[in-house]
């Protein structure tokens, strides 16, 4: 599915929660994605009107904004719905960077639409767009060892194996991101999936 009116306009929103205590935490992995885009475009993360940190760059011929919403991760959706109605871009322009507890510490999967894995980023994104078209880049976290530990388990930093392991994905993730924009999902899925 393409958007030809608004095709070279993008926005890419990396999920986590604010503060230093979330910094570098499972659940942020989407954050440290838009940091290494904003490092590698120069970037620099804004607070605007959107409840987000939000900067636009252009890669290539496409403008991208970045943005990190600076809402708690179950009331991202409030935040990718202002950035969605500033920048004028279609669901089918707007790439999720997340964390997911369904695939193994480290692995990277791309995907359009589909479930929400029970990810309260995901669905409150959902519920504010009225859609779930949009793109979402996947970056494994690995699952706790119950379920009572899922809470705990998101906010918790990496082992120092894994962090090594995360910082070769969330490298992977941003090359990804750029692959899409560049080439479109299903050129980038045959290449990172």
Known sequence: MSNAAGSNRWLVVGLGNPGPEYEKTRHNVGVDVIELLAQRYGARLKKGKERALVDEVRFGMARVALAVPMTYMNESGDAVRRLVHRYGVETDHVIVVHDELDLPVAALKLKQG???????????????????????VRIGIGKPQSREQGADHVLDRFSKRDRTEIEVTLEQAADAVEAIVADGIDAAMNRYN
């Open 114 to 136: 589909g479930g929400l894995a029970g990810h309260n980023g995901l669905r409150s994104i959902k519920s504010h767009l009225h859609d779930d078209g949009f793109l979402r």
